[in-house]
Nanobody, 124 residues
């Protein structure tokens, strides 16, 4: 079992920044891929970013490339998502997730554990 707890959501004006964090505990995370997905009202949950825990390789959705940065701290078992130049379209509940041996970190189906989510609201 792995427990994931997100933090750092909130309300920000367009153009502002937020930093989300995800703390992982439980089963070893040394080989896991950590990901962030988001879900806006009346929309499907969509991929945002992912990072391989072992290699550090990163993946981004086209809509957030150049604005969001995912990182990890292996010593603390945490993943962070730095979000800059936020837009109203980024408003959603953001979920932290993790999985092992993912063929495509952009696909939701490969992930095993999910956090409860944290709300991000960007006002225009």
């Amino acid at each position: 079992q792995v427990q994931l707890v997100e933090s750092g959501g909130g309300l920000v004006q367009a153009g502002g920044s937020l930093r989300l964090s995800c703390a992982a505990s439980g089963r070893t995370v040394s080989t896991v891929t950590m990901g962030w997905f988001r879900q806006a009202p009346r929309k499907e949950r969509e991929f945002v970013a992912a990072i391989s825990w072992s290699s550090g390789r990163t993946y981004y959705a086209d809509s957030v490339k150049g604005r969001f940065t995912i990182s990890r701290d292996n010593a603390k078992d945490t993943s962070s998502l730095q979000m800059n130049s936020l837009e109203p379209e980024d408003t959603a509940v953001y979920y932290c997730t993790c999985g092992w041996r993912l063929s495509d970190p952009r696909r939701r189906s490969g992930y095993t554990y999910w956090g409860q989510g944290t709300q991000v609201t960007v006002s225009s």
